[in-house]
């Protein structure tokens, strides 16, 4: 596969997309996704949390500090709440007998990993213009071709096929589902990733 610089496609790991999405219903059986708090157009749902704490999961937490340029000034604004992703490293129970606790445990003996959440985005809305304070790994669940991230100027479509990519979310960029179906990505926030 063609890589632009923003966008990694990690060679020799994939994930079997029946399990995954098989793994998705079960979840979604126990838990609906959290909007933190009435933000429209976001829904997450956290697969790990800080050690006997699951309030670290919940509103503000299953979203996280970003940075914004919001009107025409171009002036940069802090949204949200700063977490401490390397405190996130115990797996909700709840979830323990879904096909993620194999891919959780699979992905942190490669990479360091903050929180790991199944992020949804709606059909026709999209994210804002923003950064993040680390770089992504996504493996995409569900998608379409109308489905595309864009990092900077450069946009690319995340097929669903088991690939895992890491996504340099340190740069502004955002997300979008142009489909008429919902977009799941499994996404991990990497605490020590470092693009070249």
């Known amino acids: 596969m063609n890589n632009h610089s923003d966008f990694y496609t990690v060679p020799d790991l994939k994930f079997d997309l029946t399990k995954l999405r098989g ?12 909007n933190a708090g009435g933000i429209s157009n976001f829904g997450a749902i956290c697969l790990n949390q800080i050690p006997g704490d699951p309030n670290s999961i919940k509103g503000n937490n299953a979203r996280g500090v970003y940075w914004t340029k ?11 709440k700063k977490i401490d992703e390397s405190s996130y490293t115990e797996f909700v129970k709840d979830f323990e007998n879904t096909y993620f606790k194999e891919v959780y445990e699979s992905l942190k003996k490669k990479f360091k990993l903050g929180r790991i959440r199944i992020l949804l985005k709606e059909p026709r809305s999209t994210l804002s213009w923003h950064r993040d304070p680390e770089p992504r790994l996504h493996i995409p669940i569900i998608t379409n071709p ?13 097929p669903a096929d088991g690939s895992v990519y890491i996504t340099n979310n ?16 499994l996404v991990a926030c990497l605490t020590d990733y470092k693009f070249q």
């Open 146 to 158: 109308g489905c595309i991230m864009v990092i900077e100027n450069f946009a690319k479509h995340l």
């Open 23 to 34: 793994a998705l219903k079960q979840v979604l059986k126990i838990k609906k996704y959290d």
């Open 170 to 185: 340190i740069k502004y960029h955002n997300a979008f589902n142009g489909g008429e179906e919902n977009r799941v990505h």
């Open 70 to 80: 919001p009107d025409h000034t171009g002036k940069e604004s802090s949204r949200d």
